[in-house]
Every structure is written in structure tokens, then in C-alpha cells.
């Protein structure tokens, strides 16, 4: 505003609450609560239907800006590969199928040693989070130690 001869020139400003519209729905999940409108930092949270993962912030607020931050997460489908390792024994862990977050642990059989991470993980990629362990016979292994010794 501007004062001049005659007073005050321009209208009084007003402060008008921020709100956010209903924020983007998600393929194979849903958010909560579900509103038409949202204020200023208020949160939805983010799930998926079973045997989906989610991918990204559970967790989105309501910003000044009158849209949701961060972007909507997606629900995306886990599932690792059941590990073949040649000599190898299970020890522990879960069983096919294998799903986000899920263990397993292996050990060589006897005469072999273990190259590797023994325990793995199923990450959200569907991919274990280590390469495949090797079990290498204890033989190979003296033979080489040997060669390259002698």
C-alpha cells in the first residue's frame, strides 16, 4: 500500500490459509486420510495392497506452495530369484517366494570354502544384495596357494 495526499492508496492485502487438493492416487495402494482439501503441513500416508512394495516416501505433506512434496511413492512387485549355489547347503532364511527384505543364509558343504557374503538379502530391485556366493573346493585352493608359491 501507498500513502499519499488523500490517504491510504491500494486495497489491504489478505492472508488466505494454504491448501492442498486430494494428492495422487496410486496403482495397486491408497493413502489416508483421504479429504477433497488439506492444510498447510498436514501428511497422508501411503500403503500398498499385499504382496506389493512400496517404492519411495510413505509420507507426503501438504507445502506452501498448495502441493504435495515429495511425489507420490509407487507400489512395485519383489521378487528375488530363489539362489542356486553349486556345493552349497541352506542354512536359514526364507523360502520361495522371496519377497522385499527377506534373508537367506548358506553354507558350503564340507571341503569347500565360501567366497562371498554367506547371508543375502532380497532388495527392492528383486536382486540379492550381494553377488551369489562361490564354494570353492579347499583342494583347488592349496593347489593354487601351492603354484603360485612355487
Known sequence: MRCDVNGWIGRLPVCEAVQCVTPA???NGTFSPE???????????????????LNGSGELTCSEDGTFHPAPPTCVWVECKDPVIENAEFVEGSRPPH??????KYSCK?????EGTSTLTCLLNSQWSSPLPKCTSKSSIKNTWVHKKG
Do not use: A, H, L, Q
Open 25 to 27: 492416487r496410486i496403482v
Open 35 to 53: 479429504k477433497e482439501f488439506y492444510s498447510y503441513r498436514e501428511v497422508v500416508r501411503y500403503s500398498c495392497n499385499k504382496d506389493v512394495t
Open 110 to 114: 564340507p571341503g569347500y570354502v565360501m
Open 99 to 104: 519377497r522385499y527384505g527377506d534373508s537367506v
